[in-house]
């Protein structure tokens, strides 16, 4: 089965930056479309962004302005660019492509 894995969190500064990785593996081609969700504790799920296989992308509102989604198909991965981090932006982050999900990895923003 296809997987994707999710890599680059960690903890940031308040107004710091992370970059966000999520790669597929050999069945699953994240140019066909990646979305990226986060889920914090005791919050609901919540759509980040998309990038779709044309290369357009969407943004929650949230994260408009803030977060942009790039890719490389040559190394089969998504990024979620993070800037200008709030403490509100603490949660698990996490990409999927249809039924598929990643593990998610954690982002912590705090002084």
């Known amino acids: 089965q296809g997987q994707l894995v999710e890599s680059g969190g960690g903890l940031a500064q308040p107004g710091g930056s992370l970059r966000l990785s999520c790669e597929g593996s050999?069945?699953?081609?994240?140019?066909?479309?990646i979305t990226w969700y986060r889920q914090a504790p005791g919050k609901e799920r919540e759509w980040v962004g998309n990038?779709?296989?044309?290369?357009?992308?969407a943004y929650g509102d949230s994260v408009r302005g803030r977060f942009t989604i790039s890719r490389s198909i040559v190394k089969n991965t998504v990024y979620l660019n993070m800037n200008s981090l709030t403490p509100e932006d603490t949660a698990l982050y996490y990409c999927s492509q249809g039924p598929r999900r990643g593990q998610g990895t954690q982002v912590t923003v705090s002084s």
């Open positions: 050999r069945t699953i081609s994240t140019v066909n479309g």
């Open positions: 990038i779709w296989p044309n290369g357009s992308t």
